[in-house]
């Protein structure tokens, strides 16, 4: 059996809290990405994005965030 944690309010959404001896153990902080998927529709798998995946999902964020970013600041108002 894992460890058995509750989702946390954060504003309009939930949060899950990782404890930080989890994540020394898988390796990753703060400024990690995480790829979070499901394979059967009832548990999450987190895992860290490799480094060429990073590389080019932030070079699309901010693509993305360049070419709308006065329809994303209305959106956050």
């Given at each position: ?8 309010k ?6 899950l ?12 902080d703060?400024?990690?990405?995480l ?16 480094e060429e ?8 964020l ?16």
């Amino acid at each position: 059996m894992g460890i058995i944690k509750k989702l946390t309010k954060h504003g309009n959404s939930y949060s899950l809290i990782i404890d930080k001896a989890i994540l020394e153990l898988i390796g990753i902080d703060k400024t990690t990405f995480l790829e979070i998927s499901t394979s059967d529709g009832e548990s999450l798998l987190l895992k860290p994005l490799e480094e060429e995946e990073e590389k080019k999902f932030t070079k699309s964020l901010k693509t993305v965030n360049r070419k709308y970013s006065k329809a994303l600041k209305r959106l956050a108002k």
